[in-house]
């Protein structure tokens, strides 16, 4: 079983539509990113939560909420979907240790938004 | 402003030989380099890392080489195998648990 899940996997909505995507990690890490891909613009931060009371905004969470239902749960909120969000986003957990800033990613959620 | 930049969004290489990826930083608060590699329809995975107090890592077929006066990071893939061909990612941390990811170069290994 893969250790960080993402729902749904694909996703048409339209425009002004709210729509959530979930992830779920069973790697027991506390730390827990959104990401998403636009091409040749790589990954870019979101949200991330360092535990289950830590919100934090990235360098591109305009338009972007987050909740942290517990320590496995990280969620993304659209409130109001827009063309312009259209991309790939994914989830990805870190933990502790030597390996800190190693991060592991779910298989992403391809969003359109028409 | 991208912190973290891959200038070479492509590279084609025959099967054996050798791949060069490149990735320049800007953000001296830098000290821990990762490079990822992504296949179609799933989530990046940590391929190779290195620490600014090294200059060189080696795992395998993958080496990673770090010019910290030039900013200026390479991961070379000898010998390329099909299964190489993916997109490559440079990451960068600056010890806050955040990684700032470049754009990407997409491999792609020849017979």
Known sequence: ?114 | DQQVKQNSPSLSVQEGRISILNCDYTNSMFDYFLWYKKYPAEGPTFLISISSIKDKNEDGRFTVFLNKSAKHLSLHIVPSQPGDSAVYFCAASARDYKLSFGAGTTVTVRA
């Open chain 1, 1 to 114: 079983d893969a250790d960080v899940t993402q729902t749904p996997r694909n996703r048409i909505t339209k425009t002004g539509k709210r729509i959530m995507l979930e992830c779920s990690q069973t790697k027991g890490h506390d730390r827990m990113y959104w990401y998403r891909q636009d091409p040749g613009l790589g990954l870019r931060l979101i949200y991330y939560s360092f535990d289950v009371k830590d919100i934090n905004k990235g360098e591109i969470s305009d338009g972007y909420s987050v909740s942290r239902q517990a320590q496995a749960k990280f969620s993304l909120s659209l409130e109001s979907a827009i063309p312009n969000q259209t991309a790939l986003y994914f989830c990805a957990t870190s933990g502790v240790g030597r390996d800190y800033n190693e991060q592991f990613f779910g298989p992403g959620t391809r969003l359109t938004v028409l």
